[in-house]
């Protein structure tokens, strides 16, 4: 995921480059089980300041099962919408002062955000970062939506007869006046008045 984008610094402020993606993301965060490459296109801008990254990308990612913790493949897709500033000047090698960017000092102190010496602009690091972002927050197994995963109800019945065993989907199950904790019984006290209003 490195272009070469010193033919583009040279040309004026609009020029593109488009470029489609099929890459393998081999190495690119230890902790992340990539399943498939990354695929997508991503578009390259010439702006006053740099290089603008722009794209639609997609990779398969293996993650946890949210009920059951079996793995499972999760789809993800994202945008990315980044600018990249260059360290040197294209036509002079010469090495470029904070105060000649456009745009705050504070921008330069990401280092995935600049374009390196020899004119290459990495974004394998922006795009770890995406693929973080774009994971589903709680993954399951059951595709159809909220209720009982599959995987953890075939586990259950492995384990010992399953009309002894109580599943519980996303709606909340019964409580026992017992089981209560007395600290909260002025509480279900207000929740029984609701009930009989």
């Given at each position: 995921?490195?272009?070469?984008?010193?033919?583009?610094?040279?040309?004026?402020?609009?020029?593109?480059?488009?470029?489609?993606?099929?890459?393998?993301?081999?190495?690119?965060d230890e902790e992340l089980k990539l399943l498939g490459p990354l695929?997508?296109?991503?578009?390259l801008l010439r702006t006053n300041s740099g290089v603008l990254v722009t794209g639609e990308l997609s990779t398969v990612v293996q993650v946890a099962c949210n009920r059951c913790l079996e793995p499972i493949a999760a789809a993800i897709r994202f945008d990315l919408a980044e600018s990249f500033r260059p360290l040197t000047e294209v036509y002079t090698g010469r090495y470029l002062r904070p105060d000649e960017f456009e745009g705050s000092e504070d921008e330069l102190d990401d280092a995935a955000l600049l374009i390196d010496e020899r004119h290459i602009l990495d974004l394998s690091e922006v795009v770890r970062q995406a693929v973080w972002l774009a994971l589903p927050m709680y993954p399951g197994c059951n595709w159809e939506g909220a209720g009982t995963?599959?995987?953890?109800?075939?586990?259950?019945?492995?384990?010992?007869?399953?009309?002894?065993?109580?599943?519980?989907?996303?709606?909340?199950g019964p409580h026992q006046e017992d089981e209560i904790d007395p600290r909260w019984a002025a509480l279900l006290k207000l929740r029984s008045n609701d009930d009989s209003a």
């Amino acid at each position: 995921m490195q272009f070469n984008v010193a033919q583009l610094l040279k040309e004026l402020t609009g020029a593109t480059r488009r470029y489609e993606l099929a890459e393998p993301l081999g190495g690119l965060d230890e902790e992340l089980k990539l399943l498939g490459p990354l695929v997508g296109n991503v578009q390259l801008l010439r702006t006053n300041s740099g290089v603008l990254v722009t794209g639609e990308l997609s990779t398969v990612v293996q993650v946890a099962c949210n009920r059951c913790l079996e793995p499972i493949a999760a789809a993800i897709r994202f945008d990315l919408a980044e600018s990249f500033r260059p360290l040197t000047e294209v036509y002079t090698g010469r090495y470029l002062r904070p105060d000649e960017f456009e745009g705050s000092e504070d921008e330069l102190d990401d280092a995935a955000l600049l374009i390196d010496e020899r004119h290459i602009l990495d974004l394998s690091e922006v795009v770890r970062q995406a693929v973080w972002l774009a994971l589903p927050m709680y993954p399951g197994c059951n595709w159809e939506g909220a209720g009982t995963c599959p995987n953890l109800s075939r586990r259950m019945a492995e384990l010992g007869n399953l009309a002894d065993i109580e599943l519980y989907t996303d709606e909340e199950g019964p409580h026992q006046e017992d089981e209560i904790d007395p600290r909260w019984a002025a509480l279900l006290k207000l929740r029984s008045n609701d009930d009989s209003a």
